[in-house]
């Protein structure tokens, strides 16, 4: 009963903002054909035939790190913002309305269609035709669906850290030129938080690079990835097998042979042959691990070095105000030393006690108050040229 009355009043249009991001996907298929899902998590764990873990990972109100995982029909991808699940015959990508997605999309619907795709000719022979050539010219160089999404998805996230680090680069010179130039509290906050996006953007490519190098450590994560590999071998196409309308369509048959005739190739020689993914994983580790060079060398060290140069030209801006102000204090001290000596005079002359020598001698005022005022002023220039004689004040 105690917590009934503090029931918080929800943010209707917040919460239900979240749960249609959260329900949106886009589905491509392996002509480039997209299809936008509005389905609950479950229809895609069924879909997709993952676990529920599997598919938290890129849920986007939770914060997990970079992940690139091999499951039996499915590899789960979570990479920054692009959050994706790729089989071998369709991807489904996550929020494809964010602006950071949509570059993705419609790069993946330009290069998923194979590179050998249907070619529509006048007459059926001319395409029965087209279709053979297909099979010949694609046997050697045409990569399976999953990489070729993978690759896409690997391209994307390495230019947008890419995109990061550069803009960092060209926002942090100007920051401290303008820090050097004038020392105040905007610019040193302006500082301070280029100084931590820097940080986090080294921890956020790390982090892609860590996932990179873990998996061309281990084959078997390598292997895991080969989804139409794993596909043949569950269930291959036979002749004897093919439905009726693979039959009636020369084009498809042919190209679900030349799969056929690729996995068989494969499973004769090395079933676990990784080579093909681990030079694809290769050369984006490389792009990302030269990213994350040019942050820790390139930008962190001579962003440092600038720092540090900014730091020394500031406390030698400050030792100099600081030498001023006791230069100031100096002539202070000095002319309260001379005050006091022209203030004791007058506090002597100025007691209360009866003296004789003072009767019938007023005149003596006057100078005994220029004389004082001039012993004084003697006494400070005095002061100051001693001073300026040891160099602790400048001329």
Not at 218 to 239: E, V, W
Not at 285 to 296: A, E, I, P, R, S
Request: a negative charge; hydrophobic letters at 40%.
């Amino acid at each position: 009963m105690g917590r009934e009355g503090h029931i918080v009043p929800l943010d209707t249009h917040a919460v239900t903002k979240k749960t249609a991001a959260a329900r949106s996907w886009i589905m491509l298929d392996c002509t480039g054909e997209g299809t936008v899902l509005d389905v609950d998590k479950y229809a895609i764990m069924h879909r997709v035939q993952i676990h529920a873990r599997d598919l938290r990972i890129l849920d986007p109100l939770l914060s997990y790190p970079s992940t690139i995982l091999g499951r039996e029909r499915a590899i789960v991808v979570n990479l920054e913002h692009i959050k994706a699940i790729i089989t071998a015959e369709e991807v489904l990508l996550r929020d494809p309305t964010d602006d950071n997605v949509i570059p993705i999309v419609e790069e993946l619907k330009r290069r998923l269609p194979p590179a050998n795709a249907f070619r529509q000719g006048p007459g059926d022979g001319n395409e029965q035709f087209n279709g053979q050539n297909d099979v010949e010219a694609g046997e050697e160089d045409e990569s399976p669906f999953e990489f070729r999404a993978l690759e896409v998805a690997l391209e994307a996230i390495c230019s947008f850290l890419d995109a990061r680090t550069t803009e960092l680069e060209t926002a942090a010179y100007p920051a401290l030129d303008e820090l050097t130039s004038k020392i105040s509290s905007r610019n040193l906050d302006r500082v301070r938080k280029l100084k931590s996006a820097m940080t986090r953007l080294t921890a956020r490519v790390q982090k892609v690079r860590d996932e990179l190098e873990q998996l061309l450590d281990d084959d078997d994560d390598m292997a895991d990835l080969y989804l139409s590999r794993k596909m043949a071998s569950s269930s291959p196409i036979s002749g004897s097998g093919a439905p009726n309308w693979l039959h009636a369509s020369p084009t498809i048959a042919s190209k679900i042979s030349r799969a056929s005739r690729a996995s068989a190739a494969t499973f004769r020689g090395d079933e676990n042959d990784v080579e093909e993914l681990e030079m694809l994983l290769e050369a984006y580790f490389m792009q990302v691990d030269g990213t994350l060079n040019k942050l820790t060398t390139f930008i962190f060290l001579q962003l440092r070095e600038y720092i540090d140069d900014t730091e020394d030209y500031i406390n030698i801006q400050l030792d100099n105000h600081r030498n001023q102000l006791i230069q100031l204090e100096l002539f202070l001290s000095s002319g309260t030393v001379c005050l006091s000596i022209y203030s004791l005079v007058a506090g002597i002359f100025g007691m209360n006690i009866p003296y004789t020598w003072n009767d019938g001698h007023g005149f003596m005022f006057k100078w005994v108050v220029i004389l004082s005022g001039v012993v004084c002023a003697a006494l400070f220039l005095l002061i100051i040229s001693y001073a300026r004689h040891k160099g602790l004040v400048g001329s």
